[in-house]
């Protein structure tokens, strides 16, 4: 998928996902932190790649739906890829988007934890 990521297809989609997104929800925020951002201070990481092609002519087609599609920073979006190359719970996942969705929910816990800690003095 590097040349896809590389592709003119996928930067038009990317700035297509943060009109709609904000059309949408009004804002667009982390998927991890829940901090609102912009199409420069957010990246876009793929649940899953399964809508994003090549056609006859090895051409890139961005097919992605509003929902593979998930707002998070860099470092934020980092910890993503981190936790799913190496969680034992990823890996026992179904596929590409169940792995996904177990990380990020498994991060958002431990953000919203180290957060209260804040907010207690505990940290
Ligand atoms: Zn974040
Ligand atoms: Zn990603």
């Not at 040349?3 to 925020?29: I, P, Q, T």
């Not at 991890?32 to 876009?44: F, M, V």
């Not at 890996?91 to 209260?116: G, P, Q």
């Amino acid at each position: 998928m590097q040349g896809y990521l590389k592709s003119v297809a996928w930067f038009r989609r990317r700035d297509r996902w943060f009109v709609d997104e904000r059309r949408r929800r009004g804002e667009v925020r982390c998927i991890i932190c829940r901090k609102a951002g912009t199409n420069r201070s957010l990246e876009l990481h793929h649940l899953d790649y399964e809508r994003a092609s090549q056609d006859a002519h090895g051409k890139w087609v961005a097919g992605e739906e509003h929902g593979d599609l998930v707002a998070a920073h860099p470092r934020c979006h980092e910890w993503i890829h981190r936790v799913l190359d190496r969680d034992e719970a990823a890996s026992s996942a179904a596929d590409r988007r169940e792995a996904n969705i177990r990380v990020i929910r498994a991060l958002r816990a431990k953000f919203s934890t180290a957060l209260n800690l804040v907010a207690n003095d505990e940290l």
